[in-house]
């Protein structure tokens, strides 16, 4: 079974721009997990996608914003990007609730 | 807050046991996760608690005590690859896939 696939795996954006990162979950997975993880702070939770309904928001400023699709695949948004913003942004898949998730690769974004 | 506290480093011998402790608070809790993240990779799923006791697959074995909020990875016969940070990850009861991840322990196996 294919994994978790993201796309893009590298991105280079400056201030003021706009970026959509795309997660293909494992097949059969309906929930998505997004996840931004920087040195400084780790991994921090931004969202969590579940049949098309986000369940669960992170502390994130409204600039991150994401959807799910009928198909369980995931897209996140950031707009108005600021320096601080360039990290690893990682998506995550499970089955339903509360059990075990898979990342993906990761998208990382650097912001100029 | 909900805090998660890990060792930031730790370096072993290669061969050896190694005991990574992680310790949250316990209110609301619904389960722990231990991932191995390589530089630069994505974090890897190796093992999940949600009752007390010791939970063993092959080499790795991790420990969960919910009534002191303490939990450990428990790393035997230590081989190079196994350099890499590892991070302890509570699911608190009422957020779904919201997982609380730790800093992240920076393992660094020697020969």
């Known amino acids: 079974k294919a994994g978790v696939t993201q796309t893009p795996r590298y991105l280079i954006k400056t201030r003021g721009q706009q970026v959509t990162l795309s997660c293909s979950p494992i097949?059969?997975?309906?929930?998505v997990s997004w996840y931004q993880q920087t040195p400084g702070q780790g991994l921090q939770f931004l969202f969590e996608y579940f049949s098309e309904t986000q369940r669960n928001k992170g502390n994130f400023p409204g600039r991150f914003s994401g959807r799910q699709f009928s198909n369980s695949r995931s897209e996140m948004n950031v707009s108005t990007l600021e320096l601080g913003d360039s990290a690893l942004y990682l998506c995550a898949s499970s089955v339903a609730g509360s059990d075990t998730q898979y990342f993906g690769p990761g998208t990382r974004l650097t912001v100029l | 807050g909900q805090n998660i506290d890990q060792p930031t480093e730790m370096t072993a011998t290669e061969g050896a046991i190694v005991q990574i402790n992680c310790t949250y608070q316990t209110s609301g809790f619904n389960g722990l996760f231990w991932y191995q993240q390589h530089a630069g990779e994505a974090p890897t799923f190796l093992s999940y608690n949600v009752l007390d006791g010791l939970e063993e697959k092959g080499r790795f074995s991790s420990f969960l005590s919910r009534s002191k909020g303490y939990s450990y990875l428990l790393l035997k016969e230590l081989q190079m690859k196994d350099s890499a940070s590892y991070l302890c990850?509570?699911?608190?009861?009422?957020?779904?896939?919201?997982?609380?991840f730790g800093a992240g322990t920076r393992l660094a196996v020697h020969p």
């Open positions: 990850a509570v699911a608190f009861s009422g957020g779904y896939n919201k997982l609380i």
């Open positions: 097949s059969g997975h309906r929930s």
